[in-house]
């Protein structure tokens, strides 16, 4: 089992910045895959970024390149999600998610964080 908790969440004017964070515990964090995904209101969740254990590789969204970056703490079993360039389209509840490095899909997700992004 992996516990996921998120912080950092807020209300933000659109050009702010924000960093996210969510610890995990419960698995050794270095074999695992972690990733940011939201969900706005009325829509579906959507994936955002991640980054995977082994390599440290990082895939992103079109919608966020250049303006999100995600890392990873291994010592504090923590991932990072620094939010630039806010805009209005950004608010949303950010999940975290992880997952064992060979599994296919993000099975373990924390309890979500609001951001909202004022124009």
């Known amino acids: 089992q992996v516990q996921l908790v998120e912080s950092g969440g807020g209300l933000v004017q659109a050009g702010d910045s924000l960093r996210l964070s969510c610890a995990a515990s419960?698995?050794?964090?270095?074999?695992?895959?972690m990733g940011w995904f939201r969900q706005a209101s009325g829509k579906e969740r959507e994936f955002v970024v991640d980054?995977?254990?082994?390599?440290?590789?990082?895939y992103y969204a079109d919608s966020v390149k250049g303006r999100f970056t995600i890392s990873r703490d291994n010592a504090k079993n923590t991932v990072y999600l620094q939010m630039n360039s806010l805009k209005p389209e950004d608010t949303a509840v950010y999940y975290c998610a992880a997952k064992p490095v060979t599994a296919p899909e993000y099975g373990y997700w924390g309890q979500g964080t609001q951001v909202t992004v004022s124009s």
């Open positions: 419960g698995r050794i964090f270095s074999i695992l895959d």
């Open positions: 980054i995977l254990g082994r390599a440290g590789r990082t």
